[in-house]
């Protein structure tokens, strides 16, 4: 019997870029696996109308100093590896992230100030005791970001890493050091659909391919800005499709970073009654926030804490089957 | 193979440096740009682009022989047939003849130049004999006695309908408390009263124009020569515009129909905010309103005395005003309450503001003296903007037409003869020179263009007036800005590029910067003359909220860019705006140049034309009530447009093909560096 509603199908013109991330021995790394993000021809999880190739990564993000501002929930569950990233990277893997995310922290001027080699030294710890990709952000100061980047670039030549962030005042020298030591780049801009095509093409007028870009389009978490990223992502991602080639990189969100700093689910003092739970309820904002960027269009959401990995996998996989 | 290349320069220096007659001789191999022969032959030649073609400087004459050309697309047909070429764009392919004309007096032939007038004029159509708005009329009048006991004002009324036709008229009351005692100064021995009566024929409000009204009535010195103020000199009037950041007055004689002489200035309201909203919010404070009026007039006022000084003429004897100027600008002059055109829904006290006298406002001209604010359309577009299109003439044409005029309120109508639609965005002060650290207006001493050389990053540069550089006009940033970008001074985003290796971009006191002209060779010899990354971020903004104010409003009545016929550019940036420049940083769309023309100061030619023409006058108010008025403030698409614009040229590059081409060019020459 034929159905009585013909679902309509969207015939797009453009694709998402098919990107990867890490470099196993075959290709000049010494990743076990690599993750490829992207491919895809359709609006997320709409297999029926054109093809996905790959699933969406999850990411569990690690930092080289103990986190202090940190959720209390966060602390209990990492413990001590806090204090150390290669052994929290290892457990990482264990709890099934596919990407490391590692934010070199110490370095920012106004924390402990380490130097260059002391990231490119936290990068080879990072990368001896995992076998994933690594994407690596700088403290998130434009000086230092360059100095330890481009360190962290050349020790790590031929990884595949992305490394982050460019914004629109400061990308020459990330670019540049990926471009000399064949990794990738984060571009990342403020919750905009036109700063972020601006970036990719500063980004791209240094010649860097554009299969080696990933958009970071800033995550807004539930309650906080979440319907407008929400917004910002599916507009790129509907440019991507129609064919605009400034807007086709895959999309990495900082979930955890945004959804751990929620008063909802950093804190458990002074609040109602009626909020119920705390542990559940911290969860509840970073899955609710991954699973919403997720339709948005994310190709790699990055987390915080390990249960939420685990759910956020199996949305992932319930949503990719056929 | 070699061939022989023969220089000669011309026309012969006064001083002997350059001589026509003898000329040099080089041999030079086959395929040898002619830039290089030239230099070789030991004749200067400036390449102020760098030898890349693109900036038509180097034009020299092939008197004869072979050459071959690469692509100059800066040669009209005309020029190549007299046989212009570019030197740097031309290989010696045989023995040649070249002649070289001095550089500075080579002036491109873009488009805009021909619309650039040194001192404006009527539109052809204007009949400014036929109405006059005021006239003076010369009195002899017989002094009263006890067999002829009519009253001064009878009396005066009597001869004018004897001597000139003029029946009634209307006086008030502060000249009727005068009026008895200039009479009797006026007496002259064995001739009676000799008088100057100045009337307004009649305002513009009615048709018929009503009564004339007597404005001045003055004793007549007759016989001596003329002496400002004694009642035998010329008629005079000012056309006003007022900007939000540069105010302009043109002295008119009205007898004659001719402009004397023009001042401007920077608005001294500056100091109290640099756009419309700011004013609008300052006037909010204890005082704000009053302050704001009296700093305006005081600048006016400021203008006038300079004028009066210079043309050697008493003030009391201009005896009428038109002022232009968007909404809030007149709202602040007259003294009216502008808050309520920044709150939804927008609505100004009156589009059609009634005439007022000067000596209310304290405006130091005549202060009978009627000034006529030119009606606006809307909130946010203005008398400047009607007068400007009555003076581009572009409520007359069947071209369909883009007005843009380029000021700190920018303004924007489309349409033609059959409806007009208009719309204003903030743009900012930066092309006027104001919020640019080294800004200035258009005048002498300002940069007016540059040239960036591609692979050393110098500049050459082109100063208002034989004088050494004081700082940066409009013109000049544009200029600037589009070499800067097109060089790879600045990428994409407007960031200087640092890694370049020159002295000329370097971190400044306001953050990174390029040098324009070292402290040594300025005007004054104390700092140099620098753009910085804010200066950019400025003038970014500036270009992205006109463009994407002619964007929604061409979309929001469903037509094309492309398919707008003429472009006309309004604004204060002197004679001249280049152009392909403008494009290149994307503040005009990209269209054949030969569509755009430059106006000028639309607004304060529209004052003047006003102020002459009673019929102009008249159509000025129908242009007002044709023209359809586009809130952007209530419309998103505009916030969209706005940041997609906020790019060199634009984030949506395929609405930019040409300089997208250049860019391509320049890439694959190699002489952009990619960091």
Same mark, same amino acid.
């Not at chain 2, 890349?52 to 022989?65: D, F, N, T, W």
């Not at chain 2, 204007?126 to 006890?146: A, H, K, M, N, Q």
């Not at chain 2, 000139?164 to 001739?191: D, M």
């Not at chain 2, 005007?523 to 003038?539: A, F, M, P």
């Given at each position: 019997m034929t159905p009585a509603v013909q679902i309509p199908i969207e015939k797009w013109t453009g694709k998402v870029r098919e990107i990867t991330l890490g470099a196993t021995a075959a290709d000049g790394g010494t990743r076990a696996k690599t993750v490829t993000v992207g491919g895809e021809n359709t609006l997320p999880f709409l297999s029926f109308e054109g093809s996905i190739p790959h699933s969406p990564a999850v990411a569990l993000e690690i930092q080289d100093h103990y986190p202090n501002d940190w959720s209390p929930l966060l602390k209990e569950y990492w413990g001590d590896l806090l204090r150390d990233p290669a052994a929290w990277a290892r457990k990482a893997e264990e709890v099934g992230a596919d990407i490391i995310v590692l934010k070199l922290i110490s370095a920012h001027p106004e924390g402990d100030n380490t130097d260059a080699a002391h990231a490119a030294a936290t990068v080879k710890a990072v990368l001896g005791a995992t076998g994933l990709p690594l994407v690596v952000l700088g403290p998130g100061q434009a000086d230092k970001d360059n100095e330890v980047l481009v360190a962290v670039a050349e020790a790590a030549k031929g990884e595949r890493l992305a490394l982050g962030n460019c914004e629109d005042k400061n990308y020459r020298t990330v670019v540049a050091a990926a471009l000399a030591h064949g990794h990738l780049v984060v571009a990342?801009?403020?919750?905009?659909?036109?700063?972020?095509?601006?970036?990719?093409?500063?980004?791209?007028?240094?010649?860097?391919?554009?299969?080696?870009?990933?958009?970071?389009?800033?995550?807004?978490?539930?309650?906080?800005?979440?319907?407008?990223?929400?917004s910002v992502m599916e507009r790129l991602r509907i440019a991507a499709l129609t064919g605009d080639s400034m807007t086709q990189q895959p999309l990495i969100c900082t979930v955890g970073e945004e959804a751990w700093r929620a008063k909802e689910s950093k804190v458990n003092t002074g609040v109602p009654a009626a909020w119920g739970d705390w542990k559940k309820r911290g969860i509840h904002w970073e899955v609710l926030t991954a699973s919403t960027q997720l339709l948005a269009g994310a190709n790699i959401v990055v987390l915080r804490h390990p249960d939420s990995v685990a759910r956020i996998k199996q949305t992932i996989a319930s949503l990719m089957a056929e | 193979m070699t061939h022989k290349v023969g220089v000669r320069v011309s026309p012969p220096a006064p001083d002997g440096t350059r001589t026509l007659a003898a000329g040099r001789e080089v041999s030079v191999p086959d395929g040898t740009l002619l830039s290089e022969a030239i230099r070789l032959a030991g004749v200067p030649m400036n390449l102020p682009c760098g030898g890349?073609?693109?900036?038509?400087?180097?034009?020299?004459?092939?008197?004869?022989?072979t050459v071959q050309h690469r692509g100059d697309n800066r040669m009209t047909p005309e020029e190549r047939a007299q046989g212009f070429a570019l030197a740097c764009?031309?290989?010696?392919?045989?023995?040649?003849?070249v002649l070289v004309p001095p550089q500075e007096a080579i002036v491109r032939h873009l488009p805009s130049e021909k619309a650039a007038k040194e001192k404006p004029?009527?539109?052809? %159509?204007?009949?400014?004999?036929?109405?006059?708005?005021?006239?003076?009329?010369?009195?002899?009048?017989?002094?009263?006695?006890?067999?002829?006991?009519?009253?001064?004002?009878?009396?005066?009324?009597?001869?004018?309908?004897?001597?000139?036709?003029? @029946? %009634?008229?209307?006086?008030?009351?502060?000249?009727?408390?005068?009026? @008895?005692?200039?009479?009797?100064?006026?007496?002259?021995?064995?001739?009676?009263?000799?008088?100057? @009566?100045?009337?307004?024929?009649?305002?513009?409000?009615?048709?018929?124009?009503?009564?004339?009204r007597l404005i001045d009535l003055r004793p007549r010195q007759s016989g001596a020569e003329y002496r400002p103020g004694d009642g035998t000199g010329p008629t005079y009037a000012v056309a006003i515009d007022i900007g939000t950041t540069s105010n302009v007055v043109y002295l008119v004689d009205l007898e004659s129909g001719q402009y004397v002489d023009g001042a401007a200035t920077y608005n001294a309201q500056i100091s109290c905010g640099e756009d419309v909203i700011s004013r609008i919010l300052y006037t909010r404070k204890e005082g704000g309103l009053h302050h704001l009026q009296g700093l305006v007039v005081g600048t006016i006022n400021g203008l006038l005395r300079e004028l009066a000084e210079r043309n050697g003429l008493d003030l009391s004897e201009v005896y009428a005003a038109t002022v232009a100027g968007n909404p809030t600008m007149i709202h602040l002059f007259l003294g009216l309450d502008p808050g309520y055109i920044r709150l939804e829904p927008y609505i100004p006290t009156a589009n059609f503001p009634p005439p007022v006298t000067a000596g209310e406002l304290g405006v130091q001209i005549n202060p009978e003296a009627s000034i006529d604010c030119l009606p606006g359309v809307g909130a946010y577009v203005g008398g400047d903007i009607t007068a400007g299109v009555l003076s581009s003439g572009m409520f007359k044409t069947e071209k369909l037409t883009l007005f843009i005029d380029v000021g700190t309120n920018g303004e924007i109508v489309l349409g033609n003869a059959d409806w007009l639609i208009s719309c204003a965005c903030s743009a900012g002060p930066a092309f006027e020179g104001a919020g640019v650290y080294c800004g200035m207006r258009a005048t002498t001493g300002a940069i007016e263009e540059v040239w960036v050389n591609a692979t050393s990053f110098e500049p050459t540069y082109r100063v208002i007036g034989e004088v050494r550089p004081r700082g940066i006009c409009g013109s000049g940033m544009i200029s600037l800005l589009a070499e800067m970008f097109i060089t790879g001074v600045v990428d994409k985003s407007g960031h200087v590029n640092s890694s370049l290796s020159t002295p000329r971009v370097r971190v400044g006191e306001h953050g990174p910067e390029y040098v324009v002209?070292?402290? @040594? %060779?300025?005007?004054?010899?104390?700092?140099?003359?620098?753009?910085?990354?804010?200066?950019?971020?400025?003038?970014i903004r500036a270009k992205g909220a006109i463009y994407a104010g002619f964007s929604v409003l061409t979309s929001s009545v469903g037509i094309d860019l492309a398919d707008v016929e003429e472009v006309l550019i309004g604004g204060g940036f002197g004679k001249y705006i280049d152009i392909e420049k403008a494009i290149q940083i994307g503040l005009l769309p990209d269209m054949p140049w030969e569509r755009f023309r430059y106006l000028g100061n639309t607004s304060v030619l529209g004052a003047f034309t006003a102020l002459l023409c009673r019929d102009m006058r008249r159509e000025l108010v129908a242009a007002a009530r044709k023209m359809t008025y586009l809130e952007l403030g209530a419309d998103n698409r505009f916030m969209e447009q706005f940041t997609s614009a906020l790019f060199l040229p634009h984030t949506d590059t395929t609405v930019f093909p040409s300089v997208m081409r250049l860019l391509q060019d320049r890439k694959a020459t190699g002489k952009v560096p990619s960091t």
């Open positions: 990342k801009t403020p919750i905009d659909v036109n700063l972020a095509k601006q970036l990719n093409i500063l980004i791209t007028d240094m010649r860097l391919d554009l299969d080696r870009v990933l958009m970071d389009p800033t995550t807004g978490a539930l309650g906080y800005g979440l319907e407008y990223s929400y | 890349q073609g693109r900036c038509g400087r180097c034009k020299v004459i092939i008197e004869s022989g764009q031309t290989a010696v392919t045989g023995d040649v003849q004029s009527l539109p052809f %159509e204007c009949d400014w004999r036929g109405s006059p708005l005021v006239r003076r009329f010369f009195l002899t009048i017989e002094p009263p006695s006890l067999s002829d006991n009519t009253t001064d004002l009878e009396r005066l009324k009597r001869e004018l309908a004897k001597q000139h036709g003029i @029946a %009634e008229f209307t006086v008030s009351l502060p000249l009727l408390r005068r009026l @008895a005692s200039v009479l009797r100064q006026s007496w002259i021995e064995g001739k009676g009263w000799l008088v100057t @009566a100045v009337l307004e024929m009649g305002s513009w409000l009615s048709d018929s124009g009503g009564l004339p002209v070292w402290a @040594a %060779e300025t005007e004054k010899q104390e700092r140099d003359i620098v753009l910085t990354e804010v200066d950019i971020s400025n003038l």
